[in-house]
């Protein structure tokens, strides 16, 4: 307050160079210095008094910043008029010139082309002023909704969990007298609490961490209840509204322990039963606690960082590993490993180098699975360019060869070589546009293959293309105003029909499409699942109108690169982030899916695919093979029975440990349509 | 010239509401400030200026538009002074006039005025006054000039009791000044002094600073006070140590006068530490006053020269004071003494340190004992008696004590209620306030039936806010203000509009276009609902006609009418039927801050930059009182519940209770540390609760004159206060981003009255507001600009969200 602040009174004065300069400017050459010190004394005067009239204005507009306007009427006071043209702009960048034993700040004023700003399309109009009301405090207590400020800021809980003594305890205010106080008054109370430390611990040795209390209110439980089953159930756009209420609540941060031990027992008995829906749920709402910009999670990543580590790397994730696309939720972790790291490594914790380590230790052991192996080079790969460069690149020739020997080799297991066929195209995906920043540009096929042996050609062409990929997204980014910054990893779920003769999984698109695509097969999930991004609502889909859907969807990806597979690494491009969705969607009859895959026999499915708009003469649903029915003829009692089934199943599997999630009490979602995905 | 700072400034103009029976008279004066002597101008311009300059200046400056207003055309006495600017030049003939026409040319010369001097000058017709006006002030030849300013002087000998300054003068917004007929206690001959010095230069105002020591003692002068002081007994020293500022300025102002600009700038260096922090905002603007040159014009200094810096010391500390410096025959500072200061005397025992800072802290100084004394009637007016079905009637007395009411006494106060006057209220038609209509009454019923409702509020039971967030207003919004029932929201914004929301489902209809309205059929039952257009019916509706930011709104009491005030110096009325403006008072020239309508409606009071607020009725374009007295702007202005009272809040760090019947100014409240930017009355009229920019809201007794408690808590400005409906919650919004909720029944009930304390007026502020503070509720970085009690006791808070 008042009280406090020194009085800092400064008696700056334009420099009488400035009054030079100035009147140069008006064609006076010669002035003398005497002058000079007399304007500089008056002009100073005359700013200082101008800028405390301004202030006036600022204090009466109820603002904290001073702007160009509060100047202008402080200059209408004195009968002087207002400088013109400099309305509207927050920040007036002032250029520094110096030269010739003299510095000079100047606004630089650029010559307008007339023609050009009538060409250029007209600013979006900015949003009219509205009003919004909602409830500040309900008889004394602040509701803990998004328009208030979080109950207890991230500056709080870090406070407490790193001087535990210090801090006020969130739970004990609240069952103070005095309840609903903000964190305002909690300042006042920290102080109160320090001084009424207890007595006995004032002369003993050692200080005793006090005991906290961590209870939830029946409303947080049954918060907590309902989150926790719509993340796991069944249905998708409860899941959804689940994690968008993950991300974004501000009040969360009483549950978070609970949440944290939810997901890491929630993965340790799913990996154990390969039930890879739940799996992805669960990363799911890890990514979207990482989104809450309200949590301190710092106290909770070594229970976090176990869960997501263990699906990138586990050897199986799924029960049908030849058909599953686990390959994407390991992905999906990887990224979530990266951003942890992004967020959260210290050079105390060292939680980069800890996790790198535990990756090239994988990888670099010659019995790891190929399922391993993917998971560990996905999460170099993710961690950025450097760690590409650094770890990566070198021993791309002794994984190539690998990788040739299982490819080019007697058929020993079809797993394996889907596992190496995996493998080689994220090696691809990941160095090729490093390798197009790091290598000059001509690309020669001999050199590649000199440098990293077999998969020298491939990662040739595939440099290639990144670098027209680069060059035309530059142009890309400059037209549109689309900039997604976080990429949004898309998982789908489906059901595979059967081994067919695609690529299971994975679902190749016609070459001219040629998009990344990632689908996930499940024996059990019902509805697919979507990435949890709360603010972008981008796709809508069902099963009636999955082709104007998807035009949606395409809309928003038309940025997205149209070539290959190279360049969805998210963390590099900015634009790429909207993959195209592909879903396929089961009603399985008969699934006891926890007990052996599906019978191919007994399998609907249909697929939705989105397509970037390019792609000419490509529907969705045709370009599948045949055992498709029309999307119209889903819902069938079956799809209704086989969710349930499913959903018995969960509720029927080993009994899992307190905190797992389960899929009990989550709804059949309706007629077995998919539903709308967020 | 020491007689022109003798008086305190807040001379207002006497009026009797004997004109017309029902309303104030608009017109000024009655003739009965025959005689009596003029109160010297207080106002930066110094004693120059007079009404008719000033309205002249209003005058030539409109006299373009060809809509000529009289800004200040209240005056006591004198017929021409009084005489508006523009009949001054038409009606040149009648000698009066015409002396003023030509005090009011030689004024605006002086003031550099000469385009308005020319306007003027054309619109009179006075060709033959152009060899003595015409041509830049300095070729005036020295013939004209003598008989000029004789003319001048004869003008204002003559016209005793008619002196006011206009801001536009010289920039600098001065006071008006008026002379109080009846109370100005200014003996007759100091008439002719004025007339002699009636010169509106800087000059004559500083001349006492003329008489000099030797420059290069005063840091010695300053210092052996200063050591003196410090080694004096303790019960004195905080006393004396008031003495520190207002001894700092002074000298500073004389070194700077008297041209010793290093010894100024080494004094300044050497002592500014000293000062209390609470003066900082003066002190800087006093550092950049360096030069004689800036001393012109220059406010600040202008306040300190012009009025006295009043101190309040016991005799003791007096004496030993008087002793020392008469001791070291201290000369120099004991004319500072003697002359730049008052030194308000009383006997007893000194004050501490905190009574004395609980009160300090104005721009000049605290109130001086006697300005506290008059009566307030600060009870309610009787309600009209209302056939209501319900017998629930009248809540209001009840509440006089702030107290929570017991079923008990309500049930049996019913029938006497009525008939009881509350012995502190005024008389019924003390103010002429306007009939109830059928609507009003309606309403009243209305509101008497929400009462019923009404949320019982204390500790335990505290309001829910509501919170109404303005979006996208990109910083814009300047003022709020929610009608009394909680249906409408306006809002005022920096690009220069207002805009009405309707909070209801009911949206907002205007009446239809006059084409439309002839085909109504008037005699039909619903022809109020007929005329009332559905289609252009929006939630939403713009007001546009400011000119500038619009820093105040105020809805009338009975929804019908919008005041809204701007930087373009206008306060405009708003019809909220046809969504029209249908008046721009015109008036203060300079930005208003701050609007209100009476609680019953009629009147308004609007204060501005031009350090006024003025006294409005709807019906007359021109103000009926004139509140001059506030040495800086005037921020807020609010009517006291019983509409017989004005209180305004200033940036000079003082809350003034203005008279509205005769325009005194009843009560100066001392004690806030920066500018006040809210002010709110207690539902029951005894007490006034003001925040400041030091983030304090201070309390006070209304009657007593006396602070009573200090709320502290705020981090920044308090941009709103409001009680709730029985006064038991006291709300304050801040631009630190929160509403707090204090005890208001807490912090009142304690309240020691005894003989002593309202006597001198020392008061010991007990230190308990984080026990009253009940509650507080941060926002997302949006500042409260307005709360509301609704009328069943729910708050409703309003700011615009703004994002960092």
């Given at each position: 307050m008042a009280e406090e602040k020194k009085l800092k009174l400064s008696n700056t004065v334009l420099p009488s160079e400035s009054m030079k300069v100035v009147a140069e400017s008006m064609g006076i050459a010669q002035i003398q210095e005497e002058t000079c010190q007399l304007l500089t004394d008056e002009v100073s005067y005359r700013i200082k008094e101008i800028a405390q009239d301004a202030l006036k204005f600022m204090h009466m507009g109820k603002r904290q910043k001073l702007t160009t306007s509060d100047i202008d009427y402080a200059l209408k006071l004195k009968n002087v008029e207002p400088l013109y043209?400099?309305?509207?702009?927050e920040f007036i960048p002032f250029r520094f010139a110096s030269g010739g034993g003299r510095e000079l700040y100047f606004y630089e004023e650029k010559e307008v082309d007339l023609s050009d700003i009538i060409n250029t399309p007209l600013p979006r109009v900015p949003l009219d002023v509205c009003l919004k009301a909602h409830w500040l405090s309900i008889e004394g207590c602040q509701p803990?909704?998004?328009?208030?400020?979080?109950?207890?800021p991230k500056e709080q809980q870090k406070a407490e969990a790193t001087e535990p003594l210090k801090s006020a305890k969130p739970g004990q205010e609240e069952d103070?007298?005095?309840?609903?106080?903000g964190q305002g008054a909690a300042a006042a109370d920290a102080k109160g609490k320090e001084k009424k430390a207890p007595p006995l611990l004032e002369g003993a040795p050692f200080r005793l961490k006090p005991r906290s209390i961590h209870e939830l209110s029946v409303e947080q439980q049954l918060y907590y209840k309902e989150i926790t089953e719509a993340c796991v159930g069944s249905c998708e756009a409860k899941r959804a509204e689940a994690l968008q209420s993950i991300a974004t609540?501000?009040?969360l941060y009483q549950m978070l322990p609970r949440f944290s031990t939810f997901i890491s027992e929630g993965v340790r008995v799913n990996v154990v039963q390969n039930n890879l829906a739940l799996l992805i749920y669960l990363m799911r709402m890890v990514k979207a606690l990482m989104d809450n910009?309200?949590?301190?999670l710092e106290k909770y990543v070594h229970e976090l960082i176990p869960a997501v580590m263990t699906c990138i790397?586990?050897?199986?994730?799924?029960?049908r590993p030849d058909v599953d696309n686990h390959w994407a939720l390991r992905d999906f972790a990887a990224r979530l490993v990266a951003q942890i790291c992004k967020h959260f490594s210290t050079t105390t914790n060292n939680i980069q180098s800890r996790i790198t380590k535990t990756f090239t230790k994988s990888w670099v052991d010659?019995?790891?699975p190929w399922t391993t192996r993917y998971g560990s080079i996905a999460g170099l790969a993710e961690l950025g360019h450097d760690v590409i460069k650094t770890l990566i690149l070198p021993r791309l020739q002794q994984e190539g060869e690998r990788i040739r020997s299982v490819l080019?080799?007697?058929?020993?297991s079809n797993i394996d070589r889907i596992g190496a066929d995996h493998v080689q195209s994220l090696l691809l995906k990941h160095c090729a546009p490093v390798l197009a920043k790091l290598r000059p540009p001509p690309d020669n096929q001999d050199a590649y293959r000199g440098e990293f042996g077999s998969l020298g050609p491939l990662l040739c062409s595939h440099v290639v293309k990144a670098r027209a990929q680069a060059a035309l997204q530059a142009q890309q980014v400059n037209r549109?105003?689309?900039?997604?910054?976080?990429?949004?990893?898309t998982l789908t779920l489906s059901q595979a029909?059967?081994?067919?003769?695609?690529t299971p999984g994975l679902l190749k698109v016609p070459g001219s499409i040629a998009l990344p695509v990632q689908t996930l097969v499940s024996a059990r999930a019902a509805a697919p699942p979507q990435p949890?991004?709360?603010?972008?609502?981008?796709i809508v889909m069902s099963s009636s109108s999955s082709a104007s859907s998807t035009q949606q969807v395409l809309s928003l990806s038309?940025?997205?690169?149209?070539?290959?597979?190279?360049?969805?690494?998210?963390?590099?491009?900015?634009?790429?982030?909207?993959q195209p969705i592909v879903k396929l969607v089961s009603t399985a009859t008969t699934a006891p899916p926890s007990t052996a895959?599906?019978?191919?026999?007994n399998v609907q499915k249909y697929i939705v695919v989105s397509l970037p708009p390019?792609?000419?003469?490509?529907g969705g649903p045709p370009?599948?093979?045949?055992?498709?029915?029309?999307?119209?003829?889903?819902?069938?009692p079956l799809g209704g029975s086989a969710l349930c089934g499913g959903k018995q199943e969960a509720g029927d599997?080993?009994?899992?440990?307190?905190?797992t999630p389960k899929a009990n009490g989550s709804q059949p979602t309706g007629p077995g349509s998919p539903q709308p995905a967020l | 010239m020491a007689a022109l700072a003798?008086?305190?400034?807040?001379v207002a103009v006497k009026l009797e509401?004997?004109?017309?029976?029902?309303?104030?008279?608009?017109?000024?004066?009655?003739?009965?400030?025959?005689?009596s002597g003029g109160t010297p101008n207080n106002g930066?311009?110094?004693?120059?200026?007079?009404v008719a300059a000033a309205a002249a200046v209003a005058g030539g400056r409109r006299a373009d538009g060809g809509?000529?207003?009289?800004?200040?055309?209240?005056?006591?006495?004198a017929p021409a002074g009084a005489a508006p600017a523009p009949a001054a030049p038409t009606d040149a003939g009648a000698p009066h006039d015409r002396q003023t026409l030509l005090a009011v040319l030689q004024f605006l010369r002086q003031s550099n005025l000469r385009e308005a001097e020319e306007a003027l000058r054309r619109e009179a017709r006075l060709l033959e006054e152009a060899v003595a006006?015409?041509?830049?002030?300095?070729?005036?030849d020295g013939a004209g000039a003598e008989a000029a300013s004789a003319l001048l002087s004869r003008v204002t000998a003559s016209v005793p009791g008619s002196a006011a300054a206009d801001p536009p003068g010289t920039g600098a917004?001065?006071?008006a000044v008026f002379s109080a007929?009846?109370?100005?206690?200014?003996?007759?001959?100091?008439v002719g002094s004025v007339a002699v010095e009636d010169q509106p230069d800087v000059s004559a105002v500083l001349s006492?600073?003329?008489?000099?020591?030797?420059?290069?003692?005063y840091e010695e002068y300053y210092s052996g006070l200063k050591h003196f002081i410090e080694c004096s007994l303790d019960c004195h020293r905080a006393e004396l140590s008031q003495l520190f500022y207002p001894l700092f300025v002074h000298m500073y102002l004389e070194l700077v006068y008297n041209q010793h600009e290093n010894e100024a700038k080494s004094f300044f260096e050497k002592f500014h530490?000293?000062?209390?922090?609470?003066y900082q905002d003066d002190l800087r603007v006093l550092s950049s006053l360096t030069k004689k040159e800036h001393m012109k014009g220059n406010e600040t200094m202008l306040d300190f020269r012009t009025s006295k810096f009043v101190l309040r010391i016991s005799r003791d500390s007096y004496q030993l004071l008087k002793r020392h410096l008469q001791e070291k025959q201290n000369n120099q500072i004991w004319n500072i003494v003697q002359e730049h200061l008052y030194i308000d005397i009383f006997d007893g025992m000194p004050r501490s340190k905190q009574q004395i800072d609980a009160m300090v802290g104005s721009l000049a100084g605290e109130a001086k004992r006697?300005?506290?004394?008059s009566k307030v009637f600060f009870g309610l007016l009787k309600e009209p008696e209302i056939e209501v079905?319900?017998?629930?009637?009248?809540?209001?007395?009840?509440?006089e004590e702030g107290k929570p009411k017991k079923k008990k006494p309500k049930k049996d106060s019913i029938g006497s209620k009525s008939k009881?006057?509350?012995?502190?209220?005024?008389?019924?038609?003390r103010i002429p306030l306007p009939e109830l209509k059928d609507s009003d009454k309606l309403d009243k019923i209305m509101n008497m039936k929400e009462t019923t409702k009404r949320v019982r509020l204390g500790p335990d039971c505290l309001p829910s806010i509501c919170f109404y967030t303005f979006l996208n207003a990109y910083q814009g919004l300047t003022a709020v203000d929610v009608t009394d029932d909680s249906s409408l929201i306006a809002g005022g914004f920096a690009d220069s509009t207002v805009r009405v929301w309707s909070v209801t489902p009911k949206k907002l209809r205007s009446v239809k276009q006059a084409s439309d309205l002839?085909?109504?059929?008037?005699?039909?039952?619903d022809v109020l609902e007929r005329i009332?257009?559905?289609?252009?019916?929006?939630?939403l509706k713009i007001l546009y006609g400011?000119?500038?930011?619009?820093?105040g709104a105020s809805f009338s009491p009975d929804r019908n009418y919008l005041l809204s005030s701007s930087e373009d110096g206008t306060v405009r009325l708003w019809s909220?039927?046809?969504?029209?403006?249908?008046v721009g008072y015109k008036?203060?020239?300079?930005?208003?801050?701050d609007t209100q309508f009476s609680p019953y409606g009629y009147y308004f009071v609007s204060g501005g930059h031009d350090r006024v607020a003025r006294l409005w009725a709807t019906?007359?374009?021109?103000?009926?009182?004139i509140f001059a007295g506030h040495l800086?702007?005037?921020?807020c202005t609010r009517f006291h519940p019983n509409s017989n009272y004005v209180a305004t809040g200033s940036a000079d760090r003082t809350v003034r209770l203005w008279?509205?019947?005769?325009?005194?100014?009843?009560r100066i409240f001392t004690g806030h540390k920066g500018p006040i930017h809210s002010l709110t009355f207690s539902p029951n009229g005894r007490f006034l609760a003001t925040g400041a920019t030091d983030g304090r809201v201070l309390l006070w007794d209304i009657g007593h004159g006396l602070m009573v408690g200090e709320l502290k808590g705020?981090?920044?400005?308090?941009?709103s206060l409001r009680f709730s409906r029985d006064g038991e919650i006291l709300a304050s919004g801040s631009m630190d981003n929160t509403v707090r909720l204090w005890d208001a029944i807490k912090a009142f009930e304690d309240l020691e009255t005894d003989d002593f304390t309202t006597a001198t007026g020392h008061i010991n502020l007990p230190e308990n507001s984080q026990e009253l503070l009940l509650g507080t509720y941060m926002t997302?970085?949006?500042?409260?600009?307005h709360l509301h009690f609704t009328r069943r006791n729910l708050v409703l808070a309003a700011g615009a969200y703004s994002p960092q």
């Amino acid at each position: 307050m008042a009280e406090e602040k020194k009085l800092k009174l400064s008696n700056t004065v334009l420099p009488s160079e400035s009054m030079k300069v100035v009147a140069e400017s008006m064609g006076i050459a010669q002035i003398q210095e005497e002058t000079c010190q007399l304007l500089t004394d008056e002009v100073s005067y005359r700013i200082k008094e101008i800028a405390q009239d301004a202030l006036k204005f600022m204090h009466m507009g109820k603002r904290q910043k001073l702007t160009t306007s509060d100047i202008d009427y402080a200059l209408k006071l004195k009968n002087v008029e207002p400088l013109y043209g400099f309305h509207a702009q927050e920040f007036i960048p002032f250029r520094f010139a110096s030269g010739g034993g003299r510095e000079l700040y100047f606004y630089e004023e650029k010559e307008v082309d007339l023609s050009d700003i009538i060409n250029t399309p007209l600013p979006r109009v900015p949003l009219d002023v509205c009003l919004k009301a909602h409830w500040l405090s309900i008889e004394g207590c602040q509701p803990a909704i998004p328009e208030n400020p979080p109950p207890a800021p991230k500056e709080q809980q870090k406070a407490e969990a790193t001087e535990p003594l210090k801090s006020a305890k969130p739970g004990q205010e609240e069952d103070g007298p005095l309840k609903g106080k903000g964190q305002g008054a909690a300042a006042a109370d920290a102080k109160g609490k320090e001084k009424k430390a207890p007595p006995l611990l004032e002369g003993a040795p050692f200080r005793l961490k006090p005991r906290s209390i961590h209870e939830l209110s029946v409303e947080q439980q049954l918060y907590y209840k309902e989150i926790t089953e719509a993340c796991v159930g069944s249905c998708e756009a409860k899941r959804a509204e689940a994690l968008q209420s993950i991300a974004t609540d501000p009040g969360l941060y009483q549950m978070l322990p609970r949440f944290s031990t939810f997901i890491s027992e929630g993965v340790r008995v799913n990996v154990v039963q390969n039930n890879l829906a739940l799996l992805i749920y669960l990363m799911r709402m890890v990514k979207a606690l990482m989104d809450n910009p309200t949590l301190y999670l710092e106290k909770y990543v070594h229970e976090l960082i176990p869960a997501v580590m263990t699906c990138i790397v586990s050897r199986q994730l799924c029960l049908r590993p030849d058909v599953d696309n686990h390959w994407a939720l390991r992905d999906f972790a990887a990224r979530l490993v990266a951003q942890i790291c992004k967020h959260f490594s210290t050079t105390t914790n060292n939680i980069q180098s800890r996790i790198t380590k535990t990756f090239t230790k994988s990888w670099v052991d010659e019995k790891t699975p190929w399922t391993t192996r993917y998971g560990s080079i996905a999460g170099l790969a993710e961690l950025g360019h450097d760690v590409i460069k650094t770890l990566i690149l070198p021993r791309l020739q002794q994984e190539g060869e690998r990788i040739r020997s299982v490819l080019d080799g007697p058929v020993l297991s079809n797993i394996d070589r889907i596992g190496a066929d995996h493998v080689q195209s994220l090696l691809l995906k990941h160095c090729a546009p490093v390798l197009a920043k790091l290598r000059p540009p001509p690309d020669n096929q001999d050199a590649y293959r000199g440098e990293f042996g077999s998969l020298g050609p491939l990662l040739c062409s595939h440099v290639v293309k990144a670098r027209a990929q680069a060059a035309l997204q530059a142009q890309q980014v400059n037209r549109t105003t689309l900039t997604i910054t976080q990429p949004r990893p898309t998982l789908t779920l489906s059901q595979a029909p059967q081994p067919g003769p695609r690529t299971p999984g994975l679902l190749k698109v016609p070459g001219s499409i040629a998009l990344p695509v990632q689908t996930l097969v499940s024996a059990r999930a019902a509805a697919p699942p979507q990435p949890s991004p709360p603010p972008t609502k981008f796709i809508v889909m069902s099963s009636s109108s999955s082709a104007s859907s998807t035009q949606q969807v395409l809309s928003l990806s038309t940025s997205a690169p149209g070539s290959g597979s190279t360049t969805t690494s998210p963390v590099t491009t900015t634009v790429p982030s909207v993959q195209p969705i592909v879903k396929l969607v089961s009603t399985a009859t008969t699934a006891p899916p926890s007990t052996a895959p599906a019978g191919p026999g007994n399998v609907q499915k249909y697929i939705v695919v989105s397509l970037p708009p390019t792609g000419e003469g490509k529907g969705g649903p045709p370009s599948h093979p045949s055992p498709v029915p029309p999307p119209s003829s889903s819902p069938s009692p079956l799809g209704g029975s086989a969710l349930c089934g499913g959903k018995q199943e969960a509720g029927d599997s080993p009994p899992p440990a307190p905190g797992t999630p389960k899929a009990n009490g989550s709804q059949p979602t309706g007629p077995g349509s998919p539903q709308p995905a967020l | 010239m020491a007689a022109l700072a003798e008086e305190q400034t807040e001379v207002a103009v006497k009026l009797e509401p004997e004109g017309p029976p029902t309303l104030l008279p608009p017109q000024a004066g009655d003739g009965a400030g025959e005689g009596s002597g003029g109160t010297p101008n207080n106002g930066p311009n110094g004693g120059g200026g007079n009404v008719a300059a000033a309205a002249a200046v209003a005058g030539g400056r409109r006299a373009d538009g060809g809509t000529p207003k009289p800004v200040v055309a209240v005056s006591a006495a004198a017929p021409a002074g009084a005489a508006p600017a523009p009949a001054a030049p038409t009606d040149a003939g009648a000698p009066h006039d015409r002396q003023t026409l030509l005090a009011v040319l030689q004024f605006l010369r002086q003031s550099n005025l000469r385009e308005a001097e020319e306007a003027l000058r054309r619109e009179a017709r006075l060709l033959e006054e152009a060899v003595a006006g015409s041509g830049a002030p300095g070729e005036l030849d020295g013939a004209g000039a003598e008989a000029a300013s004789a003319l001048l002087s004869r003008v204002t000998a003559s016209v005793p009791g008619s002196a006011a300054a206009d801001p536009p003068g010289t920039g600098a917004p001065g006071a008006a000044v008026f002379s109080a007929s009846a109370s100005g206690p200014a003996a007759p001959g100091k008439v002719g002094s004025v007339a002699v010095e009636d010169q509106p230069d800087v000059s004559a105002v500083l001349s006492a600073y003329n008489q000099q020591g030797d420059p290069t003692m005063y840091e010695e002068y300053y210092s052996g006070l200063k050591h003196f002081i410090e080694c004096s007994l303790d019960c004195h020293r905080a006393e004396l140590s008031q003495l520190f500022y207002p001894l700092f300025v002074h000298m500073y102002l004389e070194l700077v006068y008297n041209q010793h600009e290093n010894e100024a700038k080494s004094f300044f260096e050497k002592f500014h530490g000293d000062q209390e922090c609470y003066y900082q905002d003066d002190l800087r603007v006093l550092s950049s006053l360096t030069k004689k040159e800036h001393m012109k014009g220059n406010e600040t200094m202008l306040d300190f020269r012009t009025s006295k810096f009043v101190l309040r010391i016991s005799r003791d500390s007096y004496q030993l004071l008087k002793r020392h410096l008469q001791e070291k025959q201290n000369n120099q500072i004991w004319n500072i003494v003697q002359e730049h200061l008052y030194i308000d005397i009383f006997d007893g025992m000194p004050r501490s340190k905190q009574q004395i800072d609980a009160m300090v802290g104005s721009l000049a100084g605290e109130a001086k004992r006697e300005a506290n004394k008059s009566k307030v009637f600060f009870g309610l007016l009787k309600e009209p008696e209302i056939e209501v079905p319900l017998d629930d009637e009248d809540e209001e007395g009840e509440n006089e004590e702030g107290k929570p009411k017991k079923k008990k006494p309500k049930k049996d106060s019913i029938g006497s209620k009525s008939k009881k006057q509350d012995p502190n209220a005024p008389p019924q038609n003390r103010i002429p306030l306007p009939e109830l209509k059928d609507s009003d009454k309606l309403d009243k019923i209305m509101n008497m039936k929400e009462t019923t409702k009404r949320v019982r509020l204390g500790p335990d039971c505290l309001p829910s806010i509501c919170f109404y967030t303005f979006l996208n207003a990109y910083q814009g919004l300047t003022a709020v203000d929610v009608t009394d029932d909680s249906s409408l929201i306006a809002g005022g914004f920096a690009d220069s509009t207002v805009r009405v929301w309707s909070v209801t489902p009911k949206k907002l209809r205007s009446v239809k276009q006059a084409s439309d309205l002839s085909l109504i059929d008037k005699e039909s039952d619903d022809v109020l609902e007929r005329i009332m257009d559905e289609k252009t019916a929006s939630e939403l509706k713009i007001l546009y006609g400011h000119s500038g930011p619009v820093y105040g709104a105020s809805f009338s009491p009975d929804r019908n009418y919008l005041l809204s005030s701007s930087e373009d110096g206008t306060v405009r009325l708003w019809s909220l039927q046809t969504f029209t403006c249908l008046v721009g008072y015109k008036g203060h020239n300079y930005p208003v801050w701050d609007t209100q309508f009476s609680p019953y409606g009629y009147y308004f009071v609007s204060g501005g930059h031009d350090r006024v607020a003025r006294l409005w009725a709807t019906d007359h374009y021109q103000p009926l009182r004139i509140f001059a007295g506030h040495l800086a702007d005037v921020n807020c202005t609010r009517f006291h519940p019983n509409s017989n009272y004005v209180a305004t809040g200033s940036a000079d760090r003082t809350v003034r209770l203005w008279d509205v019947l005769n325009g005194n100014c009843v009560r100066i409240f001392t004690g806030h540390k920066g500018p006040i930017h809210s002010l709110t009355f207690s539902p029951n009229g005894r007490f006034l609760a003001t925040g400041a920019t030091d983030g304090r809201v201070l309390l006070w007794d209304i009657g007593h004159g006396l602070m009573v408690g200090e709320l502290k808590g705020h981090t920044d400005t308090v941009c709103s206060l409001r009680f709730s409906r029985d006064g038991e919650i006291l709300a304050s919004g801040s631009m630190d981003n929160t509403v707090r909720l204090w005890d208001a029944i807490k912090a009142f009930e304690d309240l020691e009255t005894d003989d002593f304390t309202t006597a001198t007026g020392h008061i010991n502020l007990p230190e308990n507001s984080q026990e009253l503070l009940l509650g507080t509720y941060m926002t997302k970085s949006t500042p409260v600009v307005h709360l509301h009690f609704t009328r069943r006791n729910l708050v409703l808070a309003a700011g615009a969200y703004s994002p960092q």
